[in-house]
């Protein structure tokens, strides 16, 4: 069974930084392609960034690029987004998908993945 576990959101002033972690299961880690997406009240869900495993590319959206940074730990079948300068408009719920067969575009383009988390909440005050 595939299983998604995110953690590390929180409340945080604007211009402070998390470190949101999605820790996977069920799959082979170094194949697969891993998301973080979000989801504004109100919003449509948006990609945030994307990384395929074993390629070592990685994503970002305009909005986040240059604040934001996805990494993996095969060690530890976790990725990571860091996110650094956060903004009030960062708040959402933040989710992680995995595509155990590694299909990165399908993942960016349509958040085409087989596997999601239950998201954890990131809210940034003004």
């Known amino acids: 069974e595939v299983q998604l576990v995110e953690s590390g959101g929180g409340l945080v002033q604007a211009g402070g930084s998390l470190r949101l972690s999605c820790t996977t299961s069920?799959?082979?880690?170094?194949?697969?392609?891993i998301g973080w997406f979000r989801q504004a009240p109100g919003k449509e869900r948006e990609a945030v960034a994307a990384?395929?495993?074993?390629?070592?590319?990685?994503y970002y959206s305009n909005s986040v690029r240059g604040r934001f940074t996805m990494s993996a730990d095969r060690a530890k079948n976790t990725v990571y987004l860091q996110m650094y300068g956060l903004k009030v408009e960062d708040t959402a719920v933040y989710y992680c998908?995995?595509?155990?067969?590694?299909?990165?575009?399908?993942?960016?383009?349509?958040?085409?993945?087989?596997?999601w988390g239950q998201g954890t909440q990131v809210t940034v005050s003004a």
């Open positions: 069920g799959f082979t880690f170094g194949a697969g392609a």
């Open positions: 990384i395929h495993i074993r390629d070592d590319v990685t």
């Open positions: 998908a995995a595509d155990h067969r590694g299909f990165l575009l399908n993942l960016w383009q349509k958040q085409g993945a087989p596997y």
